[in-house]
Every structure is written in C-alpha cells, then in structure tokens.
C-alpha cells in the first residue's frame, strides 16, 4: 500500500526556522492556532512570463490540530500568481507542526510594465481566522529572465534553543544582462525575529554590479525562544543616476526554536490484506480515514508518541516501501545500520524517507528512563508485514497467531518511544 500530497523594485526572501525543547512555550494556545512566516511577498522588478517562487511557512503554535482547508487567490491580478508546495489542502497540521506554501508570480501579457497585486488568502479552523498575504510583482518589459537570489529563501528547519545551526549562504545576483547596472546601497537583516539571525556579507557598499555579477551573505541562526523565527534579508541598490533604495530586494530567512512536541503515531489494520501500516503524518492519516484507497484501512485505537526531529539521544527511523512482489507493504527500520543493511539486503526496497521519524534505541532491551519499549512483529508470510506496538500482551497474541517477534534483550525490544 503506497501512501501518496511602482517604480520601486521588491523581492521578499524570508529566513524561517524552529528551536528545541519540548512544546512551543509562550506562543502555545488552547485549540489551534495559526502562524505566518510573512504577510506579504514583494517579488520585485520580472520578466514576463518566467517563474519567480517566495515561501511562507504555516506552522500550528497551538494545541490542537490545525485544519488547513483552503489557499485561494484573490485580489487585482490573481492570474499572475500560483500557488503550490507541501501544504496539503485539506490537511490537518499537528501542534507544533509546519509545512510550506510555494507562492509563484508569472506575469502575464499584454500590460508591459507596471504592479501586480493579488492576496492569497490562508483558511483555517484557526482562532484567528482567515489569514490574507498580500502578493506584488512588478512587471518589466526590459527585465531579463532569471532570479535575484540563490537559494530564493534560507529555512533552518528545527534547531535547539540557544544553539547554533550550521550557517547558510545566500548569493544575490543581479539578472538584467547588461541593462542595468546596481550601485551597492547595503544589506541587513530586518522583521521582529532579526535579532536571532546573524550575517556576514562579502557585498562592496559603493560597488557596482554588472548584469550577471553579483555578492553573498552568510546567515546564521540561534533561536532565542522556542516557535516560529522569521525574518528577511533586505538588499538596497540603485542604478546609476538614480536615488539610493530604488531598487529594494527582500529575502525570507526561516527557523524553529526548539523541539517539536512529540507528534501521534497511530496504528491502521486493513482486513483484506491482514496489513498494519502506522503514520504520523496529518495528510496520510486524512487520506486513510476517508477511505481514499482501493482497500480500507482502519485505525486499531493503538497510537504512540514519536519525535520528527533528531534529539539528545535519538536515531533515526527509516521508511521503505516494498513493492507488491515484495508484500505492498512498508517497513520502519530502527537507526541507520538497520536502515542500510535493509537497503543492501533488499535492492528492490523504495526508501520513502531515511529520517520519517526519531526514536531512542533500547541497550541490551532495555529503555532510557522516561521512554516506553515499542515491540515489532512479523508477518512471516511472502507478502511482507510488520506491526508496531507499545503493549506486551498485543505482541504476544501475534505470535500466537504465527508472526515473529523481533527486537533486542530479554524482553525483544526494539526502540523506546518517547
């Protein structure tokens, strides 16, 4: 079973990231609660009809799951935008969880210069209701193809609170080939969250960039609190004989401080292929309970608790898929020597993702204080099937129905759930 989801020139590159440490600290709510990386992208000066992407991380700071039922695109020029990424819609978010809307302007003839506007609008069961970014590109007659930065935005993903991630590099170019000419004005880092940000430029104030020529900054990160960081990486230049700032270009930069909170991991039976499948993710298990497969899967009432970032301690939790020759099914390898010795032993296994979740290994069967033993059994039959547990007595019922309990020590342990 395969689980598939003016006369200003303005560019927004955002920096987002997350800190760790258990929960969300004081940006928690009661019920779900939404948080934007951005409320508005300034894609700047374009060619027409050539891609130009700026990011907005959704993340759900509350404590509830989040329902994400809606991006829709309104406003002046809506034609001119699209929208894509890893948000699902719909989807439910868990606390603490985030994913990425991919906003893309591509400006449409006839007008042959001029502003685009449009708002896209984020709709959620979110206390705070519906949420508009506005979205504003400049459309250029004389502007060449090709972007302004490289990467177009700096995610740090998840980092522990008060330690530093490794640093990040953003290269600005200037794309209009020998059209026009930026004199250097300066680059910082600006928005709310820029004290957790640092940056070191090689970028010359006074300097003049050619078409095609271009500098860089290195962004690092250190998240002061635990939640959502953001903040955006502002680049002034002008050509010659214009004012200084003429052309404005803005760059999100993107983190988490702290740990996510450990996400639910639930357990689905499907009684025609006597298959057990467990999932964290919001979208698969949405999938799953509406029955969007050629076979029905059921929860069992089982779940456990599983970190999505690496801890003090953990190892990564792999997940193959096995092809239907091989039992349509999915294997959850514990650490990465399991993972890679499955992957050797079994060429024709699809590594889905070698980090789907992280657990603490048990030493010798036995579990680090404050974590529960997870025992694995199996199928022992050609079309392949695990099944994960917290409870002893639900191991011992599968082998007495015939499958292999499998694990280290006494005990047959193997991982700790947190």
């Not at 940000?197 to 998240?223: E, H, L, N, R």
Request: aromatic share 10%; net charge negative; proline share 7%.
């Amino acid at each position: 079973m395969r689980v598939a989801g003016c006369s200003r020139i303005s560019i927004a590159v955002r920096i987002v990231t997350m800190a760790a440490g258990i929960g969300l600290s004081a940006q928690a709510a009661a019920g779900p609660l939404l948080d934007l990386s951005r409320t508005t992208i300034l894609f700047g000066r374009m060619a027409f009809q050539v891609d130009h992407v700026q990011a907005i991380f959704v993340t759900n700071v509350g404590d509830a799951p989040l329902s994400l039922s809606g991006l829709a695109l309104g406003g002046a020029n809506p034609a001119d935008f699209r929208v894509g990424g890893s948000c699902a819609v719909p989807s439910l978010l868990a606390p603490g969880d985030r994913c990425r809307v991919d906003v893309t302007a591509n400006l449409q003839p006839p007008n042959l210069s001029g502003n685009r506007f449009a708002t896209l609008t984020v709709q959620t069961d979110s206390a705070s209701g519906p949420t508009l970014v506005g979205l504003n590109a400049q459309g250029a007659a004389d502007a060449t193809e090709g972007g302004y930065a490289s990467p177009p935005w700096i995610d740090f993903g998840y980092q522990a609170v008060g330690a530093a991630a490794a640093p990040q590099v953003i290269s600005f170019v200037n794309p209009e080939a020998g059209q026009l000419a930026l004199l250097f004005d300066g680059v910082s880092l600006v928005d709310s969250d820029a004290a957790d940000f640092t940056m070191t430029s090689d970028c010359v104030v006074g300097k003049t960039y050619q078409g095609g020529g271009g500098c860089s900054a290195t962004i690092g990160f250190t998240p002061s609190v635990a939640g959502p960081r953001s903040a955006e990486i502002e680049f002034l230049g002008h050509p010659s004989g214009l004012a200084p700032g003429f052309v404005t270009l803005r760059f999100s930069v993107t983190g988490f401080g702290g740990a996510l909170a450990p996400v639910t991991v639930v357990e689905y039976y499907n009684q025609v292929l006597d298959h057990y499948f467990i999932t964290w993710i919001a979208a698969e298990q949405a999938n799953l309970d509406a029955g969007n497969t050629p076979t029905r899967w059921n929860r069992t009432g089982y779940s456990f608790r599983a970190y999505i970032s690496p801890q003090t301690g953990t190892s990564p939790v792999c997940r193959y898929y096995l092809p239907p020759a091989f039992g349509d099914s999915h294997f959850f390898g514990r650490g990465t020597a399991e993972c890679n010795a499955t992957g050797a032993a079994h060429p024709a296994f699809i590594l889905e993702d070698p980090q789907f979740m992280d657990m603490f290994l048990p030493v010798a069967g036995n579990c680090p204080a404050n974590t529960m033993p997870i025992y694995r059994v199996f199928s022992n039959r050609a079309d392949a099937n695990h099944r994960y547990m917290t409870d002893r007595s639900v191991r011992d019922q599968m082998v007495a129905k015939g499958w292999l309990a499998e694990g280290d020590g006494p005990d047959l342990v193997v991982m700790c759930a947190p």
